[in-house]
């Protein structure tokens, strides 16, 4: 399938070019998805989605259209191809309208474990029970089983343009999830663990039960605390979440439209001992691909490297506006958009240092597990004002579960406060962290 998508493609951009385009873009996209999700060892959901369409762009006097279709019979795609012709008459001249030049090579990646199509679904609904049996059966104390399942993905792309750039690629990646509740007397706690491979062989029901039963558990009987200011230190969880919130600060577009704290701060002191990589070629990364959704090659891009801050994320587009070179983040969520600046693997560098080791010389902090309303985050602003529950530590240990505090402060100011970097690096789908130490933070309690 993967030579006739590029053919196709090939086909597409010809006949664009025949019918008055300056420059043309055909993506092509071909994906399966497998959902299961068992409760109480039965399967309540199962779930095959097929994806398959052509994304076009064409360009004429400066001007960009776009059209899609899922139909890939010829004639619909001829409808496509006029749709899109037509589209660029209606839209604004730009400088920045651009496509990328072809390359010699791509970065040889090894993204597709045949395992995952070969094993057969009852194979897979097994590995969701297994997950949810071990992780019911860790304690007594766990009642509810909320959702527990696998999932995977399989795709080919390919990209031809009117310059010559042609690239074909295939990839899946394979996971597994648990959901659980525990229950103590009037006391109800949620626990959950995710884990995402590209190879199925490296699948651990055992590891993803006994994590979602043991953040089930821990937090049961939490206790509320007195308003204070002191260390913290965030689970890789939550420093995840807040990576997440951080991404598109980091983007070269909304740098351009003044919607970046970081705009105007590169070759700058923006944080303290702390790295944030975004890597297109990551070994085993589930977003690791030999190039972005404009067949730009994917690469590895240190964006704060021991808190300063070394540039931004590019597509093509964004890139000629500031006169460089995309690196490789034009990323597309479907065939039917456009290329937008995205991350790829996104991570925080992980130091050498253990959690026990960045907790022992705390003598009085908070072990931050959660982070409620992190989709309030302001990532212009970069003020956050959230819900958190977490380990009170003592003397260097954790000592007892609580809840009913918030944080609040700004992005920006947490970044200049980091203290510390373990090396539990986590991955949770394509981004990542370790836990971290922040020197201060205010805790609202009660």
Avoid at 170 to 180: K, P, T
Wanted: glycine fraction near 12%; charge should be negative.
């Amino acid at each position: 399938m993967q030579g006739q998508l590029s053919e196709l493609a090939a086909r597409v951009v010809q006949q664009a070019q025949k019918l008055g385009a300056s420059m043309s873009e055909a993506y092509l996209l071909n994906s399966k998805e497998l959902s299961i999700e068992v409760r109480e060892q039965e399967v309540e959901n199962l779930k095959l989605a097929e994806e398959r369409g052509l994304g076009l762009r064409v360009f004429k006097d400066g001007q960009m259209g776009f059209a899609y279709t899922s139909d890939l019979r010829w004639e619909a795609i001829e409808q496509t191809i006029a749709e899109a012709m037509a589209n660029s008459r209606q839209t604004t001249p730009d400088d920045g309208n651009c496509l990328p030049e072809p390359v010699k090579e791509y970065p040889a990646l090894d993204t597709f474990d045949p395992q995952i199509r070969r094993e057969a679904v009852e194979k897979k609904i097994e590995l969701a029970r297994a997950v949810e049996k071990i992780g019911r059966g860790m304690d007594p104390r766990i009642k509810i089983t909320e959702t527990a399942g696998y999932e995977d993905n399989e795709y080919e792309v390919a990209i031809c343009n009117s310059l010559g750039l042609r690239a074909n690629h295939s990839g899946a990646y394979c996971g597994l999830y648990l959901v659980l509740v525990s229950q103590e007397g009037e006391d109800n706690q949620t626990g959950f663990a995710i884990q995402y491979r590209l190879r199925f062989s490296e699948l651990d029901p055992r590891k993803v039960g006994e994590e979602a039963a043991e953040k089930a558990v821990r937090m049961l009987g939490a206790k509320k605390i007195s308003t204070a200011t002191m260390p913290v230190i965030f689970d890789p969880y939550v420093t995840t979440s807040f990576v997440g919130v951080l991404s598109p600060a980091l983007s070269a577009e909304s740098v351009q439209k003044g919607k970046s704290f970081f705009a105007g701060k590169v070759g700058k002191k923006v944080g303290g001992a702390i790295s944030i990589i975004d890597d297109g070629i990551l070994e085993n990364g589930i977003s690791s691909f030999p190039f972005d959704g404009e067949g730009v090659p994917g690469r590895r891009k240190v964006l704060i490297e021991n808190g300063t801050l070394n540039g931004y994320l590019y597509n093509t587009y964004t890139a000629k506006k500031d006169g460089v070179s995309s690196t490789g983040n034009g990323t597309r969520s479907s065939f039917a958009t456009t290329p937008e600046v995205g991350t790829t693997n996104l991570f925080v560098k992980p130091g050498s240092t253990s959690p026990g080791d960045l907790m022992s010389g705390i003598k009085d902090g908070l072990y931050i597990t959660e982070v409620m309303g992190m989709h309030t985050a302001n990532p212009i602003s970069g003020d956050f004002s959230l819900g958190a529950a977490g380990i009170r530590i003592k003397d260097g240990r954790l000592d007892y579960p609580v809840r009913g505090v918030a944080v609040a402060g700004n992005l920006s100011h947490l970044l200049e406060a980091v203290e510390g970097v373990a090396d539990d690096l986590t991955f949770y789908g394509s981004k990542g962290a370790p836990s971290i130490c922040i020197g201060k933070m205010a805790i609202s309690g009660s």
